[in-house]
């Protein structure tokens, strides 16, 4: 924390260091600048679809029917065929018998006919035709709200502007730091061999074609009411697999809760905290080392500007926190000095591996130039 001095007269002044005077007229400000967006787009509701379609697709190839009667009176010669029931229902109600003949033939005025129609009609199959008319909904506003890749943007824009007066010397500053960091997620939603894009496509391509199936057709043309939860658990859904992970679909759709991700955050100030007094110690370290190098080149030596950085570095943290103890700076340092020399080493190798693959191209050249001059003698 930079020191605070009351006002201070012109002989006052000149009983002051240069780093306290420094500090005593610096007039500074801090604006920071934070636009802060990012998109994650959770893909697992995209597995969970394409796990389920092929029992699905195995449902509509084979769908369920049932055999339905239908029983009318017609007259006898209106009808189609005479079967037990037929019979059984004309004993029972004899005033249909029009003649009983000599030899015992009975001949009725009209009997009982029953037509027998297969219906896609059940329960499961309504169940299967609601779903897939949720599947598409779901899909549509699932694409709606994914367009595009997962991101992240993070804008960030600081200006530090401070000027103070050192006796007769006036100093000013001006820094302006522009740091925008983008980072897309290429592959957000890729499996396997095939882009998230190739994925959406499919799975569009088989929905839509199981829109076109003889079972979505006729119930669609039925116009039947669809199924609503919770539900029945007829034998059909407990015991056929299929089934099974149709109603494990049914259930997720019903029950999503999207796991997208979604952050925006932006800020506008003027810092008046230690971040501001970071950058006031920065102005005075450049001062002292501008004074120490320039005006008194002939006398300074690197040593002492280094211990006379060092010594205004440890006032401030001494100034930061007054608990600071001895080892604690050690530690501090120490730790600070291995990062240093690792990054260095590190730089060092690389160059250095730059520098070897350099030679071992041109020595390459040279051998092939040789070779060349060789094949020519």
Not at 273 to 301: H, P, R
């Amino acid at each position: 924390m930079a020191k605070e001095f009351d006002v201070v007269d012109d002989e006052e002044e000149e009983e002051l260091d240069d780093d306290e005077l420094f500090l005593h007229n610096l007039n500074s400000t801090l604006y920071v600048k934070r636009d802060y967006d990012m998109k994650d787009f959770d893909y697992e509701w995209l597995d969970i679809v394409e796990d389920c379609i092929p029992y699905i697709d195995n449902i509509l190839r084979n769908p369920k029917r049932f055999i339905i009667n239908e029983e009318e009176i017609v007259k006898v010669e209106l009808a189609r065929k005479v079967t037990v029931e037929s019979v059984i229902h004309l004993t029972q109600h004899t005033n249909l018998i029009q003649k009983i003949e000599d030899n015992g033939d009975v001949k009725p005025s009209k009997i009982l006919n029953i037509n027998k129609e297969e219906s896609m009609d059940t329960y499961e199959n309504r169940f299967i035709f609601t779903l897939l008319n949720n599947l598409r909904l779901f899909y549509e506003n699932r694409v709606e709200a994914t367009s595009g890749q997962s991101y992240c943007l993070d804008k960030n824009l600081l200006q530090y502007t401070a000027n103070t007066k050192v006796y007769s010397e006036n100093l000013k500053i001006n820094i302006d730091i522009s740091d925008i960091t983008k980072t897309v997620k290429e592959h957000s939603g890729d499996k396997g061999n095939m882009t998230l894009a190739d994925r959406l496509k499919k799975v569009k391509t088989q929905i839509d074609g199981f829109f076109g199936t003889e079972l979505m057709q006729i119930l669609s043309k039925l116009h039947v009411a669809p199924v609503r939860s919770p539900i029945k658990k007829t034998n059909v859904i407990l015991k056929n697999p299929n089934f099974r992970k149709a109603e494990e679909l049914w259930n997720y759709i019903q029950s999503f809760e999207s796991k997208d991700k979604r952050e925006k955050e932006k800020r506008d100030f003027f810092d008046k905290g230690v971040l501001k007094n970071e950058y006031d110690q920065a102005f005075l370290m450049a001062f002292i080392a501008n004074k120490n190098f320039i005006t008194n080149s002939k006398t300074a030596t690197e040593s002492a500007v280094v211990n006379q950085m060092i010594q205004r570095l440890i006032e401030n943290l001494l100034d930061t926190d007054v608990d600071l103890t001895e080892d604690k700076i050690e530690e501090a340092f120490l730790k600070q000095l291995k990062l240093m020399k690792e990054k260095n080493l590190a730089r060092a190798e690389r160059i250095f591996k730059v520098l070897e693959d350099r030679l071992e191209r041109e020595e390459k050249g040279i051998e092939d130039v040789l070779d060349l001059l060789r094949k020519e003698v």
